[in-house]
């Protein structure tokens, strides 16, 4: 594999299926082969990468499998991916007990980066606080960089830009607020009988290949 990134965010709620699906179909149609995976036990939002990806989501849960298990389903199904895109569940903490089972988990076993997203609506320095809490909490994963979504503008991004400047994190681009991108959830994750999920999700492939800078992803 060229690539290996885990998509994870402080909340649930902040994007992360959307964010994830949006790579996965832009990285296809820029002609890479792509394996996604999803941490936890999840089968709602798998259905949404295999629809992007063509392939298999795999499931990676420290829950139920050891770490070796899962570092095993990882290098299998990756073998011969040029990119590996695994969606966090929940908060990059939230486990099934404090952090076991968590994304943050799965990230340290796999020694993957982790690109956080952050729904940043309603905040522009404050993010400062909730982003330092997040790269100084644990020293043993890599938080690569963010993508903010739901930006209201040029302006509002510039801002969010200066928090990452100020705490040394690269800030990989943004996803734009758009009420067509906006799906409800249930379960484990999204809703997939929604007609608007089951289309192609070309305008958020869109949006992502404008305004997020995907090739520095490609080399983490």
């Given at each position: 594999?060229?690539?290996?990134?885990?998509?994870?965010?402080?909340?649930?709620?902040?994007?992360?299926?959307?964010?994830?699906?949006?790579?996965?179909?832009?990285?296809v149609k820029q002609g890479y082969k792509v394996q996604p995976f999803?941490?936890?036990?999840?089968?709602?939002?798998?259905?949404?990468?295999?629809?992007v990806c063509g392939r298999p989501s795999?499931?990676?849960?420290?829950?139920m499998a050891t770490p070796e298990h899962v570092r095993e389903l990882f290098e299998h199904y990756g073998s011969n991916a040029d990119v590996c895109i695994v969606?966090?569940?929940?908060?990059?903490?939230?486990?099934?007990?404090?952090?076991r089972g968590s994304s943050y988990e799965i990230a340290r076993v796999l020694d993957i980066p982790v690109v956080l997203v952050v729904d940043a609506?309603?905040?522009?320095?404050?993010?400062?606080?909730?982003?330092?809490?997040?790269?100084?909490?644990?020293k043993d994963v890599r938080i690569a960089g963010v993508i903010f979504n739901k930006v209201g503008s040029e302006?509002?991004?510039?801002?969010?830009?200066?928090?990452?400047e100020d705490l040394d994190i690269e800030c990989f681009g943004y996803l734009p607020k758009n009420a067509s991108l906006e799906q409800g959830s249930r379960y484990l994750g999204l809703d997939f009988s929604e007609p608007s999920t089951q289309k192609e999700p070309s305008l958020l492939?869109?949006?992502?290949?404008?305004?997020?800078?995907?090739q520095e992803l490609l080399a983490l």
């Open positions: 594999m060229k690539a290996a990134i885990l998509i994870a965010a402080p909340m649930s709620g902040s994007g992360k299926t959307t964010i994830a699906r949006g790579l996965m179909a832009l990285f999803k941490c936890g036990p999840d089968y709602i939002d798998t259905k949404f990468h295999e629809a795999i499931n990676l849960d420290t829950f969606e966090g569940m929940m908060g990059l903490f939230d486990g099934y007990d404090r952090e609506k309603s905040a522009a320095y404050s993010m400062s606080a909730l982003l330092s809490g997040f790269i100084n909490f644990r302006r509002h991004f510039a801002m969010l830009q200066q928090v990452c492939c869109n949006l992502l290949e404008e305004h997020v800078r995907w």
